[in-house]
Each structure stands twice: as C-alpha cells, then as structure tokens.
C-alpha cells in the first residue's frame, strides 16, 4: 500500500510555542489530506480537510487561527499549532487520499505524532 | 449526523479464541467501512475494507462482514493469537472520503 510519513514523531515543547507537524506522501499524489486528532483512549476525530492548492476546511468547534493548516503540494501538508497549550497535548495523525478515475481513493495513514505541552 | 458505536469497548481471550467484534453506525448512506487496527502510540494499520455493495471481505484470519440496511458490521477474528492484541478501530465513509470512527475495541489474547 501507499506510505504516509509525519514528522516529527514526538515532539515536546513549552507553552505558547509554536510547533509544526508534517505529512508527506512518499509514493503517490494525495489530492485531499485530512488530519485527525485522538486524546488518550478515545477514537480519532477529524479536525480539518485539505485540498491541494486551497484552503483548508475545518470541523466544528476547531479553531482555524490556532490550527494552521498548509496544503502546498501534492505531497505534503503541515499543521501548526500555534501558541500551543496543556490542553493541545495530544496525538495527531494525518491521512492522505488520491484520485483514480475521479473517484477519491481511500485514505492512507501517517504514524502519527505525540505532541506534549509543558 | 453519522455516529459509530463499538462493543465491546475492551475484551480480553486466551489465546486460540475465536472472537468477534461489533460495529454499529447510524446513517445507513455510506461508502464504504473499514476496519483499522492501532497498536499503542502507533498510527492505524487498514485491516479490511467493505464497500457499501459488499457483503463481506476475508484476509487471513480475519473476516469483515456489512449488513448496510441494519447499520451493522462485524470482524471475525479465527484462532486469535497474541500478536493480534491491539485496538481494533471501525470507521465508515459517508460524503467523499470522510471517515467517522468509533471509539474502538481493546483486544486482549492473553497466551
């Protein structure tokens, strides 16, 4: 199947600092990235859609200033978290999806990454 | 809204077991479902996949099963073992590629 990476896989930082994820679709154009965020024991949940070249669109309740999400490629997309806090602490997943025929193809999973605001 | 439930929410088997997993979902309109399996600290491995015209789908051990009409699917799991402990995610696909997941099942195969 298709890989996804994300980088980095874990990442620690201070309060009110800013920190980037990445995902990168190693072996395939991904037309649509989605990223997903999932609090210990708890299923994942959606927190916005991208698409290549346009903005992103995000779920509810999930502030777009405080989640920056870029989608500049056909094979890469970042989240920052801006001004990060205690409660942003979390593991994040990205997908990634493609085209075939003009159907969107399923979506392909990143590793994920432990983020943990002190 | 589409809303999946999974039941149970841990379950622990000897190992050579046969179990079965439980997936219910609200809004009969879907694509698609599939079956994802997470190990701790780790992203989702795609385990099987159900498209909305599909019955079932085998691989290995496993057997996933689709009843759209009741909102129902199962993962059979046959002679389980312990490698196979891990949380077993069911997420179904409504408008485009959208996925809503439930909240998953803790499996356990204890040797």
């Known amino acids: 199947g298709a890989v996804v990476s994300q980088h980095p896989s874990r990442v620690i930082c201070k309060s009110g600092t800013s920190v980037k994820i990445e995902c990168r679709s190693l072996d395939f154009q991904a037309t649509t990235m989605f990223w997903y965020r999932q609090f210990p024991k708890q299923s994942l949940m959606l927190m916005a859609t991208?698409?290549?070249?346009?903005?992103?669109?995000?779920e509810q309740g999930v502030e777009k200033d405080k989640f920056l999400i870029n989608h500049a490629s056909l094979t890469l997309s970042t989240l920052t978290v801006t001004s990060a806090h205690p409660e942003d602490s979390s593991f994040y997943i990205c997908s990634a999806s493609g085209l075939a025929g003009g159907i969107q193809e399923t979506q392909y999973f990143g590793p994920g990454t432990r983020l943990l605001v002190l | 809204k589409q809303e999946v439930t999974q039941i149970p929410a841990a379950l622990s088997v000897p190992e050579g077991e046969n179990l079965v997993l439980n997936c219910s979902f609200t809004?009969?309109?879907?694509?698609?479902l599939q079956w994802f399996r997470q190990d701790p600290g780790k992203g989702l491995t795609s385990l099987l996949l159900i498209q909305s015209s599909q019955r079932e789908q085998t691989s290995g051990r496993l057997n996933a099963s689709l009843d759209k009409s009741s909102g129902r699917s199962t993962l059979y799991i046959a002679a389980s073992q312990p490698g196979d402990s891990a949380t077993y995610l069911c997420a179904v696909s409504t408008s485009g590629s959208r996925l809503t997941f439930g909240e998953g099942t803790q499996l356990t195969v204890n040797p």
């Open positions: 809004d009969s309109a879907i694509y698609n």
């Open positions: 991208s698409n290549e070249g346009s903005k992103a669109t995000y």
